[in-house]
């Protein structure tokens, strides 16, 4: 078991993973747990997050700390997702590693995978073909952060561990129509077509492409769970084992939200990857399972947006 004091760096605590993993280690009763936003430290910055280091001395590191965004995001701008990851990655696992950490879990992301990779997706797809254009630059540099963990731990004997989570939702999503993920927008679309009493909300794309959904409490409650059981610098997926097509999405959320007008198409958006739905069987053989289904995890995020961003 993990010690309840030992000192544990979220990196990005402000973000939709960050924020849930400090939920959860809060109430797990972790309480050695230094924060700093943006304006204190600028994970971009080399001297000052190897200072950081120097300083805090952490024991365990869990990054969660990226430049992240939906479809658009990605395929507008593949210079900042390119290198802002890369820059931040590399400086936090470098640094990590000159601090002594015991222990890192990087987060990387389902779209590492090839486009057209098996379904569902095993470890063992990484590097296996082409990548989907609307987010090669993301993919690349999580790639690119998945080797270096690999690398410190085969040069060095470095516990640096990674996991690629699915598509992730919930409390502290960003809720930007033009940054956003699928679901995020989609509840703000229905919410605020309810509000207006529009007739439709616009859902980008064809509807067809299949997407997996996890409720970040799950990828929190994964988390741990890996730090305390996994030891390994191979990848782990984590997910929920089913998908769902972005038609069928629009329905569900669109009944969780009380939105009882159409859906239209917009076709001039990319549909993005055909399908993306994880393999979990190394997980679940190692003992853990989401909890959360679909419908309670949107409802509860549609209540947070209620709450925290439409008022
Ligand atoms: P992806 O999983 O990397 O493709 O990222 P997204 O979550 O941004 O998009 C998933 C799918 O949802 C894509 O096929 C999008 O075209 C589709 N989609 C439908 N409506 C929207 C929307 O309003 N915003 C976003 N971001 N995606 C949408």
Redesign the pocket.
């Known amino acids: 078991m993990m010690n309840k004091s030992e000192k544990i760096f979220v990196a990005g605590h402000r973000g939709l993973v960050g924020s849930a993993l400090i939920r959860r280690l809060e109430r797990e009763g972790f309480h050695n747990l230094p924060k700093r936003d943006r304006s204190q430290l600028d994970l971009a910055d080399e001297r000052a997050v190897q200072s950081f280091f120097g300083q805090e001395r952490p024991a365990v590191v869990i990054f969660a700390a990226a430049k992240v965004?939906?479809?658009?995001a990605?395929n507008d701008f593949p210079v900042e997702f390119l290198l802002d990851n890369l820059r931040i990655q590399n400086n936090i696992i470098h640094s990590a590693h000159g601090a002594g950490v015991r222990k890192l879990l990087f987060l990387g992301s389902s779209?590492i995978y090839p486009k057209f990779a098996p379904q569902p997706i095993p470890e063992s797809a990484l590097l296996s073909g082409p990548l989907?254009s609307?987010?090669e630059a993301y993919a690349i540099a999580k790639i690119a952060g998945i080797k270096l963990c690999q690398a410190y731990a085969r040069e060095y004997g470095a516990n640096f561990i990674s996991a690629m989570p699915t598509?992730l939702y919930g409390p502290n999503d960003n809720f930007d129509?033009e940054t956003?993920?699928?679901?995020a927008?989609?509840l703000r679309?229905a919410h605020e077509a309810k509000t207006s009493g529009a007739r439709e909300i616009?859902?980008?794309?064809s509807?067809k492409?299949r997407?997996e959904f996890l409720h970040v409490d799950d990828l929190a409650s994964a988390c741990l769970f890996l730090l305390e059981k996994y030891d390994s610098p191979e990848i782990i997926n984590v997910g929920c084992g089913e998908d769902i097509s972005?038609r069928e999405l629009?329905e569900l959320i669109c009944d969780v939200v009380g939105f009882t007008g159409e859906l239209a198409w917009?076709g001039t958006?990319?549909?993005?990857?055909p399908r993306?739905l994880l393999d979990i069987t190394k997980l679940r053989n190692l003992g853990w399972q989401p909890t959360i289904p679909l419908r309670d995890g949107i409802a509860q995020t549609y209540d947070w947006f209620f709450k925290n961003v439409a008022h």
């Not at 616009?202 to 794309?205: E, F, H």
């Not at 958006?269 to 990857?273: Q, V, Y």
């Open positions: 965004g939906g479809i658009k990605n779209c989907e609307t987010n598509n129509l956003s993920h699928v679901l927008a989609l679309k616009v859902v980008w794309g509807g492409p997407r972005i629009a917009d958006k990319p549909d993005g990857t993306k």
